[in-house]
């Protein structure tokens, strides 16, 4: 097995065995409020999560977030998740696709829409950093992005930022100089639409706007601190030094409902809300701070792993307790969730989390 698909084959199985999350309530979502209205006016059977993206219409806003791919346990795991999406009419995101171009082996473990051709929504996923640049034999361009779309039939791409990932990880490429406009330039030329999101460190306001000034990004995928910690994993793959640097930034990064509210307000792009998002009011919480759809991955790669059944079964979960907070906030629709009173504590913004000082 090449170092790559094995790479995977590791991230899979501590993703899967074993304790990967930062730590319980660095999200932030557990001090974020909405206000209880004892008069909703309306009926809980009127409640409509749905809503359109990318020019596709989803059940509820909640896409199964990137985790895995490049091995025959993930593909079949990728397998599981894209039909119960299907069945439940929720979007996909893939994990990491550069497997693919070194190893074309692989391309159907990512093949997902061959499973479940009714998917409505299936964005790939590539490194930023590897943007640009020779690597494994082949320059990874933006014709070689738009193979890695073609390929699995996705909808969009989107570029994952991780360099806490990258620097713990012991093959890492941690050069991340100059990537901003390396990004734009070749999301303008593949001809598909572009998002760009992080891997769990999420995104402060210069980030934040600094994106918006290269590109105008199809979404921003907030992905702040609070979910699963890819440099945890990272440093447990390695020797004692990359696990020592892997637990002591486990936890490193911006929480997320922080990197939420920063790519709301500075990000200038529609923004999926996702690092430790655990349930449906976790997501009315997001779509109240802003977001216009929410991503989770663990869970759903937990459930998956046991059936297609268990995975579609906590997607439902997932959509009960969005309905049940919109209900409970008084929101027939989406767009009126995003406008009901919430309380967020100004020690989470991101104007003053960013402004403090030791």
Known sequence: MSDIVNRKSEHLELALHTPVEASAGG?????????????????????????????????????????????????????????????????????????????????????????????????????????????????????????????????????????????????????????????????????????????????????????????????????????????LIEGLRGGPRAKALGELFADWGIPTVTSCLACVGYGGSPVIASGGLRSGLDAAKAIACGASLTAMALPLLKAAAESEDAAYSAMLSFRDALRLAMFLTGARTLAELARVPRYIPPQIIPEAWEGRRS
């Not at 409020?33 to 909703?40: D, G, N, T």
């Open 27 to 231: 999200a932030g979502w557990d001090q974020v409020r909405l206000v209880h209205q004892a008069l909703p006016e309306l009926a809980l059977d009127d409640v409509d999560p749905s809503l359109e993206f990318l020019g596709k219409r989803l059940a509820f806003p909640l896409l199964v977030g990137s985790m895995t791919g490049g091995t025959d346990e993930a593909g079949e795991v990728n397998r599981r998740l894209a039909r119960a999406a299907a069945r439940a009419g929720i979007g996909m995101a893939l994990g990491s696709q550069r497997v693919m171009l070194k190893r074309p082996e692989t391309a159907p473990t990512f093949a997902v829409k061959d499973a479940a051709p009714e998917l409505p929504l299936l964005i790939a996923n590539i490194g930023a950093v590897q943007l640009g640049r020779p690597a494994d034999g082949f320059v990874l361009d933006a014709d070689a992005v738009r193979a890695i779309v073609d390929g699995v039939a996705a909808d969009a791409v989107v570029f994952h930022l991780n360099p806490a990932q990258e620097a713990v990880q012991p093959e890492g490429d941690s050069d991340f100089a100059g990537l901003a406009q390396t990004m734009g330039s070749v999301a303008r030329a593949v001809g598909v639409p572009v998002g760009v999101k992080e891997v769990g460190g999420g995104f402060s306001i210069d980030s934040a706007r600094r994106l918006a000034a290269v590109y105008e990004w199809a979404f921003i995928e907030s992905a702040g601190r609070g979910g699963t910690s890819w440099t």
